[in-house]
């Protein structure tokens, strides 16, 4: 029995003294059940609906307090400030929302039937649906409070909906999760890449020897980043490829200069990734020191930075940090260039805030690297 109770209790102490199997075991779960517990998955989902009011009567503006919640209840429609019906059935076709309702002028006249229009993104099908629901279900009790109608009356053909689709010109979730993914792919390439290469070679004794030798160890460092950098546009390369030819999303339509625009984008974001995992190799000790910290500081930004999961399903306190994340501003800029074929000199926001913590990460990589 003691033989027994003596392999147990090694066991433990070597259990808790591997940092590694601790953070996978505990630290890593307890992340997820914190980030996955943040998203809000569960809820209705209002869709994004603009409307445009032609009647400007009593009838139209109790629909439109119905439909916005003004009256105290939860919104069942997220409308756009914007009024303008052009401008309003542009944002439907680039995927912006999800349809426009029309409300004619005769709309709420109890001597003539109204047709009201749901102008919709063929894409969101499932979408509209739900929205014209919702709008037939409170016309009628709009049209019986403002007519003056008993509520067990039933009113029909006053009013209807009439749908006209449109196909749009987003690319739907592909065209959202494509680009993260080549972001995310930039952050772990670079940032693992560097972590447990200094590590291992700090601890096998050769960053040590190479910094007694007469060629400057800096030297290395910068054939290092170079490397790194150019297998990061490769590796970049490839996987638009593959979202090309598999996924079937259509890379920065109409604008070629994509592909070497993108170049800097990736070099920027490399680079501060890179000098972030410099960091991390210079506070580990080992490697499996370097894993858990490398992963405590790569995991929220997975999930919170909009590569798989768009920032509308997280409570809004977390989008406020969240969009500061510097995967969210690699995301967010890659996402514009590869969808909307915007090119690189008008991503000021993303490309500042790229600079900004590449030079944090430097400065933090500066003090914290060592040679042994």
């Given at each position: 029995m003691r033989i027994y109770q003596a392999f147990i209790i090694a066991e433990l102490k070597m259990f808790a003294r591997d940092r590694a199997a601790l953070f996978w075991t505990l630290a890593f779960p307890t992340v997820m059940m914190i980030v996955f517990g943040l998203f809000n998955f569960g809820s209705f989902d209002p869709p994004e609906v603009g409307i445009v009011d032609k009647a400007k009567n009593e009838a139209?503006?109790?629909l439109i307090s119905v439909l916005t919640g003004d009256y105290g209840g939860e919104p069942l429609f997220i409308v756009p400030d914007s009024?303008?019906?052009?401008?309003?059935k542009a944002d439907v076709l680039d995927g912006d929302i999800t349809a426009v309702i029309v409300i004619p002028e005769n709309f709420g006249q109890t001597n003539t039937a109204s047709i009201i229009d749901i102008t919709f993104d063929g894409r969101k099908a499932q979408e509209t649906e739900i929205a014209r629901t919702i709008l037939t279900q409170v016309l009628d009790d709009v049209f019986k409070t403002v007519a003056s109608v008993p509520p067990e009356?039933?009113?029909?053909?006053?009013?209807?909906?009439?749908l006209t689709e449109v196909a749009g010109r987003g690319q739907g979730y592909k065209g959202f999760v494509v680009p993260g993914i080549v972001s995310l792919s930039i952050m772990q390439s670079a940032l693992f890449g560097l972590v447990f290469t200094l590590v291992r070679l700090r601890n096998q004794g050769v960053l040590k020897r190479l910094h007694a030798t007469p060629i400057n160890p800096?030297?290395?460092?910068a054939g290092l980043l170079f490397t790194?950098?150019?297998?990061?546009?490769?590796?970049?390369?490839?996987?638009?490829?593959?979202?090309?030819?598999?996924?079937?999303?259509e890379v920065s339509p109409g604008y070629a200069m994509f592909w070497l625009e993108v170049v800097p984008l990736i070099i920027l974001g490399g680079f501060g990734f890179a000098s972030l995992g410099l960091a991390v190799s210079g506070i580990a000790k080992n490697e499996n020191t370097a894993a858990p910290l490398a992963n405590i500081i790569t995991l929220p930004m997975m999930f919170l930075s909009g590569v798989f999961i768009p920032h509308s399903v997280i409570p809004d306190w977390v989008v406020a940090i969240a969009k500061w994340l510097?995967?969210?501003f690699l995301a967010d800029a890659m996402r514009e260039m590869v969808n909307s074929g915007e090119s690189l000199f008008i991503q000021g926001g993303s490309l500042l805030g790229l600079a900004v913590w590449?030079?944090?990460?430097?400065?933090?990589a500066v003090?914290?690297?060592?040679?042994?």
């Open positions: 139209s503006t109790s009024d303008d019906e052009e401008t309003l009356y039933r009113v029909e053909n006053w009013a209807t909906v009439s800096r030297h290395y460092l790194r950098m150019l297998l990061l546009i490769v590796q970049t390369y490839a996987l638009l490829l593959v979202g090309i030819f598999v996924s079937g999303v510097p995967l969210t590449a030079a944090i990460c430097f400065v933090l003090r914290a690297f060592r040679w042994e």
